[in-house]
């Protein structure tokens, strides 16, 4: 019994110490959170080009 059960515990221990594939799900976190920063300042850059264009377009009404 013991023969059989020492190298299912050898494996199940194998199995919880091995991270391989932990680099990919950090990588997954990192391209989240970036993706995250993105989006929220997306909005900022929006509100900035349409100041832009609205300033522009004031400009040029001005001149004709």
Same mark, same amino acid.
């Given at each position: 019994? +013991?023969?059989?059960v020492?190298?299912?515990?050898?494996h199940? &221990? /194998?199995?919880?110490? /091995?991270? =391989?594939?932990? =680099?990919l +799900?950090?990588?997954a976190?990192?391209?989240?959170?970036?993706?995250f920063?993105?989006i929220?300042?997306? &909005?900022?850059?929006? #509100?900035? +080009?349409a100041?832009?264009?609205?300033?522009?377009? #004031?400009t040029? /009404?001005?001149l004709?």
């Amino acid at each position: 019994m +013991v023969a059989r059960v020492l190298p299912l515990l050898i494996h199940l &221990k /194998n199995r919880v110490l /091995n991270e =391989d594939g932990q =680099d990919l +799900v950090e990588y997954a976190l990192i391209v989240a959170l970036l993706s995250f920063c993105a989006i929220a300042a997306e &909005k900022n850059v929006a #509100t900035s +080009v349409a100041g832009a264009y609205a300033h522009l377009s #004031t400009t040029f /009404n001005g001149l004709v």
